[in-house]
């Protein structure tokens, strides 16, 4: 059942509106004023909110912009009801963000159906997410075995070619296994953090928790710059890589910024050929061609 909050200061209203809905099916929950009824959205986390635009204390407006800054309620479906006519209301109503504005007085359909429209389409938007998300995860479950099985036969093989025959093996044959044991090891730990990160991704979406993250402090074109260098650095391509970075403002914590790049870099490297003498043109964000690998990143 889903759950409306209708927020009105005229009693005579919100009880007929609250009568219509409620014989139509959905649970209805009250507030006679804007302060209540950002309290009441807080608390309840409705399907859908109907709102008075002229209300005291807190009007409509006051109240989408309340709840436009709370993360809880900042998606929920925004329907302003009003008195006003004007075209300069409607305006600051849809400027506002607002999904629909209704003329009182309405009738029973108009309102009806503006609800429906916009419970629907918040539900193929959801649909929709629920589809790539099950894309996602059925692209991983298929490649996470590849993927973890490829550096563990590295791994093993030479483990297994220092057992076999552990006198015949020089000092420089040496250093050559374990730096590639040590390169298989340091993937594998790789891809295990990557699906660590994809499970917690996906248990703070079954919660439908959201995480605040923090504003860079640093420069961002300074930092990504450092970033991506000491990733090619590591992977033996510094002269294959090719920086385009605009100045720009990012609002990510440091720690998922690394991590972008570092898968970033990473394919970019993987996909491309060392040390070939031509080039690619840059697409939005990275792509690797040849053995140029580009990274741009714009405000």
């Known amino acids: 059942m889903k759950r409306i909050l209708v927020i009105e200061d005229d009693p005579g209203i919100l009880e007929n509106i609250t009568d219509l809905l409620t014989i139509e099916g959905f649970e209805v929950?009250?507030?006679?004023?804007?302060?209540?009824?950002?309290?009441?959205?807080?608390?309840?986390?409705?399907?859908?909110?109907?709102?008075?635009?002229?209300?005291?204390a807190m009007d409509g407006y006051e109240v989408h912009t309340a709840l436009q800054r709370d993360e809880q309620t900042a998606f929920i479906p925004f329907i302003f009801l009003t008195a006003h006519t004007d075209y300069l209301n409607f305006r600051e109503a849809m400027n506002l963000g607002a999904d629909d504005f209704l003329h009182k007085p309405f009738v029973a359909e108009e309102l009806l159906t503006a609800i429906r429209t916009r419970l629907e389409k918040t539900a193929k938007v959801t649909r929709e997410v629920q589809r790539q998300i099950d894309h996602l995860r059925s692209q991983i479950t298929l490649t996470l075995p590849h993927e973890l099985r490829t550096p563990l036969t590295t791994i093993l093989g030479y483990v297994n070619m220092m057992l076999e025959s552990p006198d015949e093996?020089?000092?420089?044959?040496?250093?050559?296994?374990?730096?590639?044991?040590?390169?298989?090891?340091?993937?594998?730990?790789?891809?295990?953090?990557?699906?660590?990160?994809?499970?917690?991704?996906?248990?703070?979406?079954?919660?439908?928790h959201r995480q605040s993250v923090a504003l860079l402090q640093t420069e961002a074109s300074a930092y990504i710059k450092r970033l991506a260098r000491e990733r090619a650095?590591?992977?033996?391509?510094?002269?294959?890589?090719?920086?385009?970075?605009?100045?720009?403002?990012?609002?990510?914590?440091?720690?998922?910024?690394?991590?972008?790049?570092?898968?970033?870099?990473d394919n970019a490297f993987k996909f491309s050929m060392a040390g070939t003498p031509y080039g690619c043109r840059p697409s939005l964000w990275m792509a690797g061609c040849g053995s140029r690998s580009w990274m741009w990143a714009g405000a």
């Open 233 to 265: 650095e590591e992977a033996g391509r510094l002269a294959d890589l090719e920086l385009l970075v605009e100045p720009a403002t990012v609002q990510i914590d440091d720690g998922s910024l690394q991590k972008i790049l570092d898968e970033l870099v």
């Open 29 to 56: 929950f009250q507030a006679m004023d804007g302060l209540q009824g950002v309290e009441e959205a807080r608390r309840l986390s409705p399907d859908l909110i109907l709102c008075d635009v002229t209300m005291p």
């Open 169 to 208: 093996i020089t000092t420089d044959q040496m250093v050559r296994y374990l730096r590639s044991i040590d390169r298989g090891a340091r993937r594998l730990a790789r891809l295990v953090e990557n699906y660590l990160l994809f499970a917690q991704l996906e248990l703070l979406d079954a919660e439908h």
